[in-house]
């Protein structure tokens, strides 16, 4: 009485149905070629303002590494 009722499931029909292949709707007249150039110009300027940003980096690095080799030098110069 209080348990529920399972639905009766139906039995698969005995012969197969062979698939239809559809072509996708075309879309409405719009490609994607339009787009290209700005988007290979926003993925060239990306590259380019990440290469600069790496060599301004490393420059920085590499000035103070020196500054500090040469600052100690000046000190142990002077100690002297």
């Known amino acids: 009485m209080f348990r529920p009722k399972l639905p ?9 149905i062979p698939q239809q ?11 994607l070629s339009p787009y290209a150039g700005p988007v290979a110009a926003v ?4 590259v380019v303002l990440t290469a600069l940003l790496a060599a301004v980096a490393i ?6 590494i020196a ?10 110069a002077n100690r002297r």
């Not at 993925?43 to 990306?46: I, Q, S």
């Open 8 to 16: 009766d499931v139906p039995t698969p029909p005995s012969t197969l």
């Open 67 to 76: 500054a500090v080799v040469l600052r100690s030098l000046l000190n142990s």
């Open 21 to 31: 292949h559809h072509n996708p709707a075309p879309t409405a007249g719009r490609s």
């Open 43 to 46: 993925l060239v300027g990306g």
């Open 59 to 64: 420059t920085a690095i590499s000035v103070a």
